[in-house]
T-cell receptor, first 113, second 118 residues
Framework: GDSVTQMEGPVTLSEEAFLTINCTYTATGYPSLFWYVQYPGEGLQLLLK?????DKGSNKGFEATYRKETTSFHLEKGSVQVSDSAVYFC????????????FGKGTRLHILP | SAVISQKPSRDICQRGTSLTIQCQVDSQVTMMFWYRQQPGQSLTLIATANQGSEATYESGFVIDKFPISRPNLTFSTLTVSNMSPEDSSIYLC???????????????FGPGTRLTVL
């Protein structure tokens, strides 16, 4: 069945470092891909999304490109801030599966000042 | 967009009792879901709440344990029945607005209900 695999955390970086969180997926259909973020003590919120191959989602300095050939949707940011400390979830949703979203296990990110 | 609220935000319950969690969306949505997020874990889909009919449960979840209602397009409830400490978790309501029917739209989440079972 459909699945999402993302790099395990925690990931600890210094402020202004470059961030990459890897995400790969398996899907029988043609899914939409998402990154959700959960800040400490808060609920999940959508960070960015891409609905077709080669689309690039971007928000708050984060980017991810839908790569169908490598079935990947890696999250990147050029210069992280302490306020980016959170748990990041890669997810997919496939219309052929009743729109259910399948989440990766999440990656906890710690940014040190 | 859609703003989702949940009640209660947290509760501490005794083993063997039941708790009903309410989920209210500020606008009509096409689909509503209930998830469980155990400490340090990802989200696990419990079921899809279907308006006017029985919920669709994922493998490992059954109606007797997690009865769900969805009487209209903006409201749903999840009951955690005959609770045990293993049910301690955060329960999240979510919803999708998919007006075009062509692409999956953003899935919105409630703030969650933190349940502790003693």
């Amino acid at each position: 069945g459909d699945s999402v695999t993302q790099m395990e955390g925690p990931v600890t970086l210094s402020e202004e470092a470059f961030l990459t969180i890897n995400c790969t997926y398996t899907a029988t259909g043609y899914p939409s891909l998402f990154w959700y973020v959960q800040y400490p003590g808060e609920g999940l919120q959508l960070l960015l999304k891409a609905t077709k191959a080669d689309d690039k989602g971007s928000n708050k300095g984060f980017e991810a490109t839908y790569r169908k050939e490598t079935t990947s949707f890696h999250l990147e940011k050029g210069s992280v801030q302490v306020s980016d400390s959170a748990v990041y979830f890669c997810a997919l949703s496939d219309l052929n599966r009743d729109d259910k979203i399948i989440f990766g296990k999440g990656t906890r990110l710690h940014i040190l000042p | 967009s859609a703003v989702i609220s949940q009640k209660p935000s947290r509760d501490i319950c005794q083993r063997g009792t039941s708790l009903t969690i309410q989920c209210q969306v500020d606008s009509q949505v096409t689909m509503m879901f209930w998830y469980r997020q155990q400490p340090g874990q990802s989200l696990t889909l419990i079921a899809t709440a279907n308006q006017g009919s029985e919920a669709t449960y994922e493998s490992g979840f059954v109606i007797d344990k997690f009865p769900i209602s969805r009487p209209n397009l903006t409201f749903s409830t999840l009951t955690v029945s005959n609770m045990s400490p293993e049910d301690s978790s955060i329960y999240l309501c979510s919803a999708i607005k998919n007006p075009s029917g062509m692409y999956v739209d953003e899935q919105f989440f409630g703030p969650g209900t933190r349940l502790t079972v003693l």
